[in-house]
């Protein structure tokens, strides 16, 4: 079993960033592949990132791609991901989830994930 806490959210105006940690207990994030999504109002959680465990490749969403980065640190059993130049329309819960995922095509796919976080909010004013 796999427990997911994530932080770092908050409030923060058009073009500035934030860091969310997704933090494991529980067991450690060895042989999992960590993905972030995200949901607004009145819309459907949808794929933002993803590390895939063996090899550690990394994919994203169009929508975020370039301003986005997702990272893990093993030795602190936590995955990251840096938001930069934030929109007001990345507005949304931010929940970050494990499974044991080894391809891409695969993992952008929440179906995929077994374990979830219980999500944090990011909210960008104009």
């Known amino acids: 079993q796999v427990q997911l806490v994530e932080s770092g959210g908050g409030l923060v105006q058009a073009g500035g960033s934030l860091t969310l940690s997704c933090a494991a207990s529980g067991r450690t994030f060895s042989g999992y592949t960590v993905g972030w999504f995200r949901q607004a109002p009145g819309k459907e959680r949808e794929f933002v990132a993803t590390?895939?465990?063996?090899?550690?490749?990394?994919y994203y969403a169009d929508s975020v791609k370039g301003r986005f980065t997702i990272s893990r640190d093993n030795a602190a059993n936590t995955v990251y991901l840096q938001l930069n130049s934030l929109k007001p329309e990345d507005t949304a819960v931010y929940y970050c989830?494990?499974?044991?995922?080894?391809?891409?095509?695969?993992?952008?796919?929440?179906?995929?994930?077994?374990?979830w976080g219980q999500g944090t909010q990011v909210t960008v004013s104009s």
């Open positions: 989830a494990a499974g044991q995922i080894r391809t891409v095509r695969v993992a952008i796919s929440s179906r995929a994930y077994n374990y």
């Open positions: 590390i895939i465990w063996s090899g550690g490749s990394t």
